[in-house]
């Protein structure tokens, strides 16, 4: 036979269970398991984000996951992502537009305020993560980044490259590697 338990019983052995995983500080973490995945939906399928406007002149620039020894280390002068974007969107042309590509892995987890102040700049695009780098690079016009692999990818296909940081693609001929801000636009003429 089951015996019943009275509500104050339960109540009472639910609040020890409570009081239990307190004391012993190992709440578990469900964020990966339930936030994550539905903030990423919710970017994902909002305005914050645009498509690449097709027969438009651009530069692209990828953004970095921060922090990163690539970043941090190698391109140590320009690790600030916002400002160096500043610098290419003013150094820019009139005709062309600066797309700036979220890192896929890293979309959610910046603060909105950062995606807004990219927004800010009239001539800058800020791409979806889930389009397809390789066809961005094919498209654009100079691919800058600061030590990414996309400049890599750049250089195989054989588009112009201007890196911000110390990388080991900076020795071929269609690269260009930056050390003071002041020449960026001199360099972008060249290109």
Known sequence: TKVKESFRKKAKKYNSYVKTLYYRK?????????????????????SRFEQPVGGEKFVF???????EASTSIRGKWFSNQLSLIENISRSLPCNYKLYVKEHVRNFSKRP???????????????????AKTI???????????????????????????????????????????????????MLMEKK
């Not at 620039?61 to 922090?67: A, K, N």
């Not at 909105?112 to 889930?130: A, M």
């Open 61 to 67: 620039f990828p953004l970095q996951i921060q922090p």
């Open 135 to 185: 066809d961005l690079i094919k498209k654009s016009s100079l691919v800058t980044t600061i030590t990414g692999t996309v400049g890599w990818e750049a250089v195989i296909l054989q588009k112009p490259v201007i890196t911000f940081g110390e990388v080991f693609y900076n020795v071929f001929d269609e690269v260009d590697e930056l050390s003071e801000i002041s020449k960026l636009p």
């Open 26 to 46: 190992c709440l578990p973490d469900l964020r990966p398991f339930f936030w994550y995945p539905l903030k990423d939906r919710l970017i994902k399928n909002s």
């Open 112 to 130: 909105f305020r950062f995606h807004k102040e990219i927004k800010k700049f009239p001539n800058v695009r800020l791409i979806t993560p889930f």
